[in-house]
């Protein structure tokens, strides 16, 4: 490997108000190399790779660029000096195809060749080893195939240093599998790749060195080959960490079915999957788990019973029939459900908005009067904030600025106070770091303690297998079964997710 450096960014530091999300970083990347940097959420990993990439002036420090000091004011500056930056959320205009979001804003004369743009997207797909459909509209894509847009967008406009944030939060097993692929072979191409991650497992897997930072400063470097995950964990939350998945043990307690569903079906429509589920039952003091491969139906499973969507069969919760009542009419009848869907920005909360108004919205129609409480709003979510151990800024804070852990938290914690019978948690550790995700295990085996019954929907089997009394497999939007988490194997639940029954896994011993 080429020990030269491409990157290195000396004593950065950047305030934002009393919060210090950069306090002296220190950062070397070298050529042909795969570097990960790793640390909590809000340990201001972002932040540094917004001033690399030109989105962030820091306060104070330096930055250079293969050995000469440079200043980057904007995106602009970054492109031309061969930096590229691939968000956690994309930045592609859905209604535009992949060839027109590639090139979109790039100055290249009054008219663009689109042969000649479509001919140079697929001359760096094959380089690097890509798979796109030039003229397909971004809204028809994949989550996958969304990223590969943006990977091909930077590579277009001439980037060598890659820098990708939480490149796999978003994405399947399968699909970040395929991302390695592809920079290992950008690696071998002469590219540097930045990995902004909290995953120990994936530094570990595709990392050549790794720098931790904490509370916006940085605790070290070192390769990769002399780490392991609890050593980096460790250096991650500045102490000892239990990496096993916390069991709420509740056998003993008096259980009761508070969610059944009877013959659920949704015929397919659009980007919409077809649903059909015979029968499932979830009980109180009980984690469901819903395992399966991307886009099996477990989207529309959830959206089913929150009332998102129409469909045919029979659900109930503690014995009332809810199939056929929407959101508004479950509001008024003050039905006891919360729901975490995996889109948080898009479906949980809303951008622009503050943490208060955020937190206001499950209770929005409930108020009496025509007056709103806006100090009772207030206390609310300061509240939360405490309680749930969110790092913002204030209670007036705008939503998006805080960190992925921080907006799962104030997400789930809103549900949960809003809800004590019956909790959907869609990958509600999707994109969170170790400290947060535990915490979060800890909240939902709290609830399910005090006898909440929760459908959790997750994409990693070996926090399911730990976490969840039962998991029940889905397939192409049909129901294969449901196991015991304490009896069953990864591979038993890996054979239902590609269609086969566990009956015929069991004929054919």
Not at 16 to 21: D, H, R, S
Not at 223 to 239: F, H, I, K, N, Y
Request: glycine content about 10%; charged content about 25%.
């Amino acid at each position: 490997m080429d020990n030269s450096s491409v990157v290195e960014l000396i004593n950065i530091k950047k305030h934002f108000g009393e919060i210090k999300a950069n306090d002296g970083v220190d950062l070397t990347v070298r050529s042909r190399e795969i570097h990960a940097i790793l640390g909590e959420n809000g340990s201001g990993k972002s932040t540094l790779m917004n001033i690399l990439s030109g989105l962030y002036r820091p306060d104070h420090g330096k930055i250079c660029i293969r050995g000469k000091e440079v200043d980057i004011h904007t995106p602009r500056d970054a492109a031309a000096l061969g930096i590229g930056m691939i968000h956690q959320h994309f930045k592609l205009v859905e209604a535009l195809s992949a060839w027109e979001n590639i090139v979109g804003g790039m100055r290249d004369g009054l008219f663009l060749n689109k042969k000649k743009v479509i001919g140079k997207i697929r001359e760096l797909s094959d380089l690097y080893g890509l798979s796109v459909i030039p003229e397909k509209k971004v809204s028809q894509m994949t989550i996958g195939e969304k990223q590969t847009v943006e990977i091909l967008k930077a590579l277009y406009r001439g980037a060598d240093i890659l820098i990708l944030d939480e490149p796999t939060a978003v994405l399947t097993s399968q699909e970040t599998d395929r991302l390695f692929q592809i920079l290992k072979e950008m690696r071998q191409k002469g590219c540097s790749v930045i990995l902004i991650t909290h995953k120990l497992q994936e530094v570990i897997d595709i990392s050549d060195r790794v720098t931790v930072l904490r509370k916006g400063r940085t605790i070290g470097s070192l390769p990769t080959s002399e780490a392991d995950a609890q050593l980096l964990a460790s250096m991650m939350v500045g102490r000892e960490m239990d990496l096993s998945i916390p069991y709420e043990n509740t056998e003993d307690m008096d259980k009761h079915i508070v969610l059944s569903i009877r013959n659920l079906s949704l015929h397919p429509r659009g980007n919409r999957r077809g649903l059909s589920v015979s029968e499932l039952e979830i009980s109180s003091h009980e984690i469901l788990g819903i395992a399966g491969v991307a886009d099996s139906g477990q989207k529309e499973l959830c959206e089913a019973i929150a009332g998102l969507i129409r469909v045919s069969g029979s659900i109930t919760l503690n014995g009332k029939e809810i199939s056929s009542v929407n959101p508004v009419i479950r509001k008024k009848e003050d039905i006891h459900m919360g729901f975490v869907p995996e889109d948080r920005l898009g479906m949980g909360l809303i951008e622009g908005m503050s943490i208060t108004d955020n937190v206001a919205l499950r209770s929005a129609g409930k108020e009496e009067g025509i007056f709103i409480d806006r100090k009772a709003r207030r206390d609310s979510a300061v509240k939360l904030i405490s309680d749930y151990g969110v790092s913002a800024a204030g209670p007036d804070q705008e939503i998006q600025a805080l960190s992925g852990g921080n907006i799962q938290k104030i997400l789930l914690g809103r549900e949960i106070e809003n809800s004590t019978d019956f909790l959907i948690a869609a990958y509600p550790v999707r994109g969170l770091d170790v400290g947060a995700s535990d915490f979060i295990y800890e909240k939902l085996n709290e609830q399910k303690k005090k006898g909440a019954a929760i459908l959790f929907v997750g994409e990693d089997l070996d926090i399911m297998l730990g976490i969840c009394d039962r998991i029940a497999v889905l397939h192409n939007g049909t129901l294969m079964g449901v196991v015991s988490a304490k009896d069953a194997t990864k591979r038993e639940i890996g054979l239902m997710m590609m269609g086969e029954r566990r009956e015929d896994q069991d004929a054919a011993v």
